[in-house]
T-cell receptor, first 115, second 113 residues
Framework: EAGVAQSPRYKIIEKRQSVAFWCNPI?????LYWYQQILGQGPKLLIQ????????DSQLPKDRFSAERLKGVDSTLKIQPAKLEDSAVYLC?????????????FGPGTRLTVL | DQQVKQNSPSLSVQEGRISILNCDYT??????FLWYKKYPAEGPTFLIS?????DKNEDGRFTVFLNKSAKHLSLHIVPSQPGDSAVYFC????????????FGEGTQLTVNP
């Protein structure tokens, strides 16, 4: 069974530029999550999708971050414009069941550096 | 507001000995707790979990203990192996509000041969 795929693995941009990350979840997984992990901290949930609908985006900075999950499969996370404090690893995870947290499977992450 | 805290950034143990990783939480609504392991350049991998109706869950060399009155959980690894060297994250969720996880800061475990 293929795992969660993410691209790119690394990205370096200047502040005020835009950037987008892509995630392909495990086949058949209805729930998809985007996390932000700042160096020295644990992952923090940004947004959660159930199929193509948003379940929780309470911690997403909506003035600059946006995410979509068209057709309930792949997802993209966009930052526009980026700030220095957005430097972090962006993790995508998926699960087959909404209410069982132990089924979350994580991708390798995208490391973003904002200069 | 850090609802899940891992106060030890690092822990070093000898191969074959016990590793004990600790985690404290403040939100009394948390009812499901998990430990994840993370190797460099990889995403976190689920290790073991425990529901608030239990005080212990065991899976091979890994045991998680939950003390609800103290809002404290711990992960015991016995015996520790060099391959266990990784960052360990404690996470918690409220099942009634969905599967959203709140993570601690992580503890870097190093098992020396």
């Amino acid at each position: 069974e293929a795992g969660v795929a993410q691209s790119p693995r690394y990205k370096i941009i200047e502040k005020r530029q835009s950037v987008a990350f892509w995630c392909n979840p495990i086949s058949g997984h209805a729930t998809l999550y985007w996390y932000q992990q700042i160096l020295g901290q644990g992952p923090k949930l940004l947004i959660q999708f159930q199929n193509n609908g948003v379940v929780d985006d309470s911690q997403l900075p909506k003035d600059r971050f946006s995410a979509e999950r068209l057709k309930g499969v792949d997802s993209t996370l966009k930052i526009q414009p980026a700030k220095l404090e957005d430097s972090a690893v962006y993790l995508c995870a998926s699960s087959s069941r909404l209410f069982l947290a132990d089924t979350q499977y994580f991708g390798p992450g995208t490391r973003l550096t904002v200069l | 507001d850090q609802q899940v805290k891992q106060n030890s950034p690092s822990l070093s143990v000898q191969e074959g000995r016990i590793s004990i990783l600790n985690c404290d939480y403040t939100n009394s609504m948390f009812d499901y707790f998990l430990w994840y392991k993370k190797y460099p350049a990889e995403g976190p991998t689920f290790l073991i979990s425990i529901s608030s109706i239990k005080d212990k869950n065991e899976d091979g060399r890994f045991t998680v203990f939950l003390n609800k009155s103290a809002k404290h959980l711990s992960l015991h690894i016995v015996p520790s192996q060099p391959g266990d060297s990784a960052v360990y994250f404690c996470a918690a969720s409220e099942e009634t509000s969905g599967s959203r996880l709140t993570f601690g800061e992580g503890t870097q475990l190093t098992v020396n041969p």
